[in-house]
């Protein structure tokens, strides 16, 4: 062992002495090391006769570095500056890389948040950044990795991969006691409850209630809403009957907190899907290991649907 080495003090002696020399207190010192205050005092004993030297006068209610005190608190506390500094880097190196996903407003509050959880409890050190709004989100240009994204097979890139399709059936909160088959309530004492997206038809029930030849029965009300979730937080909350997207709504039916009024004719679905868009480039352990959790929910979810019907 190199000789000199030998001869250095221990590092828990220097830097008990660096903390009392930044505050001036033994007892502000001890704090910020979490040590008691005997402790650190025994600290800067051992220190002073391993130099052989006293490093601090001590006055009443107050200690002052000596002349070699102040000398090798100049050179220590640099030191440790720059190992705190080189130890954050070398620990912000290995960690975990954060995972950025973007998806639609309904998607992201209906189906992954109440199920993050289980994610984030095995995975505690995965930073998971999560962006929800209904405007697709350009992954390269914005450095997002993933996206959740809601559309017809053509308009889905190359690599994409497909989570679930679309499925319509009508879901209402227990509470309301209707009847299991959509056609045998009577329309005249209920509220729909209506997504105003123009741009997707198959969620209006006036588009959607015509193929079925139920466009003659007229409702009690209609409630609008500007953001999908609504609509479904309305029906939970009992306020009327709903649309609901099978994939984001199959967990809540399987709880019992939503029932799905079947139809006579069969079950309406949109030449829609989920998939997953990853972005190119910045691959990550963190990355695949979210990837491949959603991919298994996203194939429970589906094993979710076909046991209820709603496929």
Not at 100 to 126: D, K, M, N, V, Y
Not at 204 to 211: A, G
Not at 218 to 242: C, E, H, T
Request: glycine content about 8%; aromatic content about 8%; hydrophobic content about 45%.
């Amino acid at each position: 062992m190199d000789s000199a080495l030998a001869r250095l003090p221990s590092l828990d002696l220097l830097r008990g002495f660096v903390a009392v020399a930044r505050r001036g207190s033994v007892t502000l010192a001890a704090a910020d090391l979490f040590l008691t205050q005997s402790a650190v005092s025994r600290q800067i004993r051992g220190l002073e006769e391993h130099l052989g030297v006293p490093l601090f006068l001590r006055r009443h209610r107050a200690i002052e570095l000596t002349p070699e005190g102040e000398r090798l608190f100049r050179l220590a506390d640099a030191w440790f500056v720059q190992l705190a500094e080189h130890v954050e880097s070398l620990r912000q190196r290995h960690a975990e890389t954060p995972v950025t996903l973007t998806s639609t407003i309904g998607a992201i509050s209906l189906w992954l948040l109440p199920r993050l959880g289980e994610f984030q409890a095995a995975h505690p050190s995965l930073d998971v950044r999560v962006s929800a709004g209904n405007r697709a989100v350009d992954l390269e240009r914005e450095g997002v990795d993933l996206a959740l994204r809601y559309g017809p097979p053509e308009r889905a890139p190359y690599g994409a991969v497909r989570c679930f399709g679309e499925t319509i059936v009508a879901v209402a909160s227990p509470a309301l006691g209707l009847e299991a088959t959509l056609e045998d309530n009577d329309f005249s004492r209920l509220t729909l409850l209506e997504y105003d997206e123009i741009a997707q038809p198959w969620l209006r029930w006036t588009d959607w209630i015509r193929p079925l030849g139920l466009g003659r029965l007229k409702p009690r009300a209609r409630l609008g809403f500007s953001q999908y979730d609504q609509v479904i937080f309305a029906a939970l909350a009992g306020n009327g009957v709903a649309l609901g997207r099978a994939p984001l709504v199959a967990q809540l039916i399987a709880d019992g907190r939503l029932v799905a009024l079947k139809s006579r004719g069969r079950p309406l679905s949109a030449d829609y899907g989920y998939w997953l868009i990853e972005r190119r480039g910045g691959d990550s352990a963190s990355r695949r290991r979210f990837v491949d959790w959603l991919l298994e929910e996203a194939a429970r979810t589906r094993t979710l649907m076909d046991a209820l019907e709603l496929s």
